[in-house]
């Protein structure tokens, strides 16, 4: 069965810092991937996506993520963080024939300090 | 475009009690999606429509909640003799048939069993 792994269930980063958050997926094919954010009674909100193609992909807000398929991971990643990035971070996977049955995992709770 | 939009955002209610929330997706939007989050987790999948159909139905899904998406537009989660485990955000999502193949979440009904 396809899972998704989170490490880190609470991340605290110096306003400017860099931020890396990891996410390793459990399946048997490259499945579509996600990075989704969600702020305080919010819905979730995509920050970045992959398909196919480049392994390293933009997305919105600063962040990027790189997709290893060697290491089943997708990580993402922003290089300079701004107070406004707390909030929690999921990561997903999509199996490619029913794509929009999203498999989440548990999240990372990213705590700005200034 | 609007959003996604769900409604009520919250709802407290007594063990036992039926409730129902809306939603309302993106007007252009074929697929529809219901997802449920509880504390600590990321969500998950519940059951999609494609227009008025209900294409798949995950095992989460017990016999007390029903979803319907009558004319293809809002869709309607049920859920009969509330337990205290029900307590949950319900999110809904929806997304094209084709093209960018992004789930666009709402805010969520959060609710809460007495």
């Known amino acids: 069965a396809q899972s998704v792994t989170q490490p880190d269930i609470h991340i605290t980063v110096s306003e400017g810092a860099s931020l890396e958050l990891r996410c390793n997926y459990s399946?048997?094919?490259?499945?579509?991937l996600f990075w989704y954010v969600q702020s305080p009674g919010q819905g979730l909100q995509l920050l970045l996506k992959?398909?196919?193609?480049?392994?390293l992909v933009q997305g919105i807000k600063g962040f990027e993520a790189e997709f290893k398929r060697s290491q089943s991971s997708f990580n993402l990643r922003k290089p300079s963080v701004h107070w406004s990035d707390a909030a929690e971070y999921f990561c997903?996977?999509?199996?490619?024939?029913?794509?929009?049955?999203?498999?989440f995992g548990a999240g990372t709770q990213v705590v700005v300090t200034p | 475009d609007t959003g996604v939009s769900q409604n009520p955002r919250h709802k407290i209610t007594k063990r036992g009690q039926n409730v129902t929330f809306r939603c309302d997706p993106i007007?252009?939007?074929?697929?529809l999606y219901w997802y449920r989050q509880t504390l600590g987790q990321g969500p998950e999948f519940l059951t999609y429509?494609?227009?008025?159909?209900?294409?798949?139905k995950s095992r989460l899904l017990s016999d007390r909640f029903s979803a319907e998406r009558p004319k293809g537009s809002f869709s309607t989660l049920e859920i009969q003799r509330t337990e205290q485990g029900d307590s949950a955000m319900y999110l809904c999502?929806?997304?094209?048939?084709?093209?960018?193949?992004?789930?666009?979440f709402g805010a969520g009904s959060r609710l809460t069993v007495l």
């Open positions: 999502a929806s997304s094209p048939t084709s093209g960018a193949n992004v789930l666009t």
């Open positions: 399946y048997g094919a490259t499945p579509y």
């Open positions: 992959y398909f196919s193609g480049d392994t």
């Open positions: 997903a996977v999509g199996i490619t024939d029913s794509w929009g049955k999203l498999q």
């Open positions: 007007s252009e939007h074929n697929r």
């Open positions: 429509f494609q227009n008025e159909a209900q294409l798949e």
